[in-house]
Every structure is written in structure tokens, then in C-alpha cells.
């Protein structure tokens, strides 16, 4: 089997075994993503040397044979607003084209201890503002099912490197979805843990109370894999919790059938009807495997993302004000004054949907319509989070489209911001409220693109949620294989 048809737990266990040599397999995937005929875009810098020089060391590593790492020898792409160390981290930005981090995010430092080969960075919408990964200074992303489309956003280079097997698993953050719509709309898993599982110290700010890095893979097993190798307390980040991990992996054995909830609200006008009826079919699948269906309410949808848009912008602002062409950022140095400087740095360094987010956000925050506007939203989203923590009292798991739409025409919503912002309708309320939600592939529409269903589980019941995800998973395959698998 040629070595990008393995998932990760396969290169791991080969690599552990002696059949994979990890420099060659560091070679292997970046000698692929660096084809002239790769054209998605997906990756902004290649860490060629860095994979290698990483290889090497684990190559010693593993001789000893004691205790092998979590995922040794595993090709690992990065989304690239996550700090490595002497490597360009751009946000997809002219603001910090230049910009090379002295240090290691958590997760990276997680993930180098866990024996991974991190093998480049990934593109992505500007500072993650968007649902399409288009608006990088490098130009947008393809996805690869059909190039015409977008690959999702904000982590749509991370989604497409795993759909082309580029890499078997990568790394995004989700503040609003990102990491579960492009999973969606490329037929991958895209998984956000609960708020304060993974550790953001190191991942730079977007909106602080909504981010959250997670993985996307090909397969659930190996979504757990890599929270084993990243779910960690971690003093850097006082919003990351102390809580006991659980063995994720290990996590998904033992499937018991549990109640899940459909929010009628979720299935109404503006989704797609190809989007309806696969996700209706996956409701009708997990019923055949045991779960209990009940009808929920969860009434506030359109609120979430007049709320979701009115914090995030606000954190934004408040994010994006050390970008000053001084202290961090680009800078124009032909200015009269130390004013001018600050503004047409900004200008210059910031794109047109950055500039939107940062002057809303400001906007809401202003005295006279901080009530109004931020306060009220502040307290939509506790409205939101009693909502969620009720129904979760009735079941366990919420259903729900991951994306109104299956397929996302390139340019078909960049002109349109609202437009742009709805696609996010049944992703926001999962970082409203910080619970952990999943993607998983579920069917296709007309045109052949993948559909994608969300299931969302209790504030730190990611291992339930996973395992309920897996088993939906094999469920879909084996009935894809006419029920032969
Ligand atoms: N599309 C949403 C936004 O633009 C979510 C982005 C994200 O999750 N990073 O805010």
C-alpha cells in the first residue's frame, strides 16, 4: 500500500515496528505537497528540514524501544496561525508576512514529544476570520474534490492537505467552526474539544473565549490519536483545565447506544435539501445502531450568530490591537507622523474582511453602544449555553448539519459578507457555549460533494462523543460497502 493511503495509527504502528523509516517518510510527504502538479495551495511554508532533522531524532528515539511515542513517525500539518519556532507563522497576512516565532506553541511542543513529523504549514483565511480560505495574502485554497470549489474555512488548507493525502492528519482552530466546516465540505473529520482541553498558548488570537485548536483526519481513530498527543493541562494557558484526560483512544471501545437530540430549528429554510436528507439519514442509521431519537428545541439559532458575530469582532479588536507596526506587525516607514504610521501600517497590513471584523468589533465595544450591543450579546450567550446545558439534561449527543450548504463555489461568497456569516449558523453555538462538537462525513449531494453532520456532546465528554462518532462512522462505511465491511 502506497504510504498515503495509511492512516496514522498505520504509520505509527509500522514506524514503531521497523517497517516505516521516519526520515523517508518525512521525505515522502514533502517531496508530494511540494509537486509542481499539487496546485490547492494548501500549505503555505514546507518544513522540509525541520521534518527531517525531527525524523532523525526519532529514529534514535526508537531504538532504545522503550515506551515508543504517541505518534511516532506521523506526518503532521499545521495550520499556520500556530507559532513554530523559526518558522514564518503568517495568518495567511501581509500584517505578519515577516513574522518568525521565537518559540513553540504547546501543541507543538506536545506534538514533537509525541515522536510526530511536523511537515508544513497550512493555509488559511486571514487571521481565521472566514469560511472559505480565501482572503490569505497567498491566495485561496482548493479543495480536492473538485478544484472550482472552496475547500471551507477558516482551516481549508488543513482540511484539503488531509482529503489529497497530503498528510493523514493536521491541525486547525475553531472559533466558530473552523475546524468542522471545512471538514464538511471536504468529506474529512474535523474534531473542536471541548473549551479548555487543548492548549492555545501559542496559537495566535483570534477571539479568545471562541478559540480552540483541533484536529481533522480522515478517520475518528486517528482524531483520537492526536488528542492523546495534544490534550494537555498546561500552565501557559490559564483557560486550559486541569481535569484528568481520559485515554481517547482507548475511549472508543465499548460503544453503548445513547439518546441523541434533533433540533428541528437546524433543518428549516436556507439548508440545502441534499443536506436535509443525508443528515435525516444519519439520524435514521444511529437509530438502527440502538441510539434513542427524540425531538429538541433549541430555539435561539439565528441569536447564536448575531451573538457569535458581535463577541468575536469585539475580542478581535481587542486581539488584533498589538498589530501596530511597532511592537509586532508590518510597518510603513514613509509616514510624517508616529499617527500615520500606526494607521497606514494597519491599512496596508491588514486585508478588507480584517478591517471589517476590527472596525465592528471596535464599534460594539464603543462607550454608548457597549450595552447595547457587547452586553447584550454577553448575555444572549448565557441564554444559549442554559439552553444547551437543559437539553443536554434530556440527551446526550445534539444532531445537527455541520454546513447549510454542501458544496461553496470559489468567489460565490466573498462579496457578501452576511452571506459569509451564515454559513456558520450551526457551528457557533458549540464555541458560544464551549462544548466539544465533531464533523463527520455523512453522504453526498447531487453534485457528488460531501455533506457532513455534527454531533454535539456535554463540556468535557469528548471520548462519549468521539466513540458515539466512530461507531456512526463504521456504520456509514459498511452501509457504503452495500453492508459487506
Ligand atoms: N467563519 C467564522 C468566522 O469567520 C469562524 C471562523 C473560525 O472558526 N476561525 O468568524
Known amino acids: 500500500?502506497?504510504?498515503?493511503?495509511?492512516?496514522?495509527h498505520e504509520i505509527r504502528l509500522k514506524t514503531v515496528t521497523g517497517e516505516l523509516d521516519p526520515v523517508e517518510t518525512a521525505e515522502y510527504f514533502c517531496d508530494r505537497i511540494s509537486d509542481a502538479s499539487n496546485k490547492l495551495n494548501d500549505f503555505i511554508t514546507i518544513t522540509r528540514n525541520f521534518a527531517v532533522s525531527s525524523a532523525a531524532r526519532l529514529r534514535l528515539r526508537l531504538e532504545n524501544k522503550v515506551n515508543p511515542p504517541l505518534i511516532a513517525g506521523v506526518p503532521v500539518a499545521i495550520k499556520d496561525n500556530i507559532c513554530l519556532k523559526g518558522y514564518p507563522t503568517t495568518c495567511g497576512s501581509r500584517m505578519l508576512e515577516d513574522f518568525i516565532p521565537p518559540y513553540n506553541a504547546t501543541v507543538i511542543e506536545n506534538l514533537?514529544?509525541?515522536?510526530?513529523?511536523?511537515?508544513g504549514k497550512t493555509n488559511m483565511d486571514e487571521?481565521?476570520?472566514?469560511?472559505?480560505?480565501?482572503t490569505a495574502i497567498q491566495g485561496a485554497v482548493r479543495n480536492p474534490l473538485d478544484q472550482e470549489y472552496s475547500a471551507g474555512g477558516s482551516s481549508g488548507g488543513s482540511a484539503a492537505a488531509v482529503a489529497a493525502h497530503h498528510v493523514p492528519v493536521a491541525l486547525g482552530s475553531d472559533t466558530g467552526g473552523s475546524v468542522r466546516q471545512p471538514a464538511a465540505l471536504t468529506g474529512t473529520v474535523g474534531f473542536k474539544p471541548t473549551y479548555g482541553s487543548v492548549s492555545r498558548y501559542g496559537l495566535v488570537a483570534y477571539a479568545s473565549s471562541f478559540d480552540q485548536?483541533?484536529?481533522i483526519a480522515r478517520n475518528v481513530e486517528d482524531i483520537a490519536l492526536?488528542?492523546?498527543a495534544i490534550s494537555f493541562h498546561d500552565p501557559h494557558d490559564s483557560t486550559c483545565s486541569s481535569f484528568d484526560r481520559p485515554d481517547y483512544l482507548a475511549g472508543l471501545d465499548g460503544f453503548k447506544p445513547v439518546t441523541i437530540g434533533v433540533p428541528r430549528e437546524y433543518f428549516a429554510s436556507g439548508v440545502e435539501d441534499d443536506v436535509v436528507e443525508a443528515v435525516e439519514h444519519?439520524?435514521?442509521l444511529l437509530a438502527l445502531a440502538g441510539c434513542r431519537v427524540e425531538e429538541i428545541t433549541l430555539p435561539r439559532v439565528n441569536e447564536a450568530i448575531a451573538a457569535y458575530y458581535v463577541i468575536a469582532t469585539a475580542e478581535a479588536s481587542s486581539n488584533l490591537a498589538r498589530y501596530d507596526g511597532i511592537v509586532f506587525g508590518h510597518r510603513c516607514e514613509q509616514v510624517a507622523t508616529l499617527e500615520d504610521m500606526y494607521a497606514e501600517s494597519r491599512t496596508a497590513g491588514f486585508g478588507t474582511e480584517v478591517r471589517r471584523r476590527i472596525m465592528l468589533g471596535t464599534y460594539v465595544l464603543s462607550s454608548g453602544y457597549y450595552d447595547k450591543y457587547y452586553r447584550k450579546a454577553m448575555q444572549v450567550r448565557e441564554i444559549i449555553r442554559r439552553d444547551m446545558l437543559k437539553v443536554f439534561e434530556k440527551v446526550d449527543v445534539v444532531v445537527t448539519p455541520t454546513s447549510p450548504t454542501a458544496g461553496i463555489k470559489l468567489g460565490e461568497k466573498l462579496d457578501d459578507p452576511l452571506e459569509m456569516y451564515l454559513a456558520d449558523v450551526f457551528t457557533v453555538s458549540a464555541n458560544l457555549t464551549g462544548t466539544c462538537a465533531i464533523s463527520v462525513p455523512c453522504g453526498y449531494d447531487r453534485d457528488g460533494l460531501p455533506v457532513g453532520v455534527q454531533f454535539i456532546g456535554r463540556h468535557f465528554e469528548d471520548a462519549e462523543l468521539l466513540k458515539l462518532a466512530q461507531r456512526?462512522?463504521?456504520v456509514i462505511i459498511s452501509e457504503s460497502d452495500g453492508g459487506n465491511a
Do not use: K
Not at 1 to 8: D, G, K, P
Not at 113 to 119: P, S
Not at 127 to 134: L, Q, R, V
Open 1 to 8: 500500500m502506497r504510504l498515503e493511503e495509511l492512516s496514522a
Open 112 to 119: 514533537i514529544e509525541a515522536g510526530a513529523l511536523i511537515i
Open 127 to 134: 487571521f481565521a476570520m472566514g469560511s472559505t480560505s480565501e
Open 213 to 215: 485548536i483541533g484536529p
Open 226 to 228: 492526536m488528542m492523546n
Open 282 to 284: 444519519a439520524v435514521d
Open 472 to 474: 456512526f462512522e463504521s
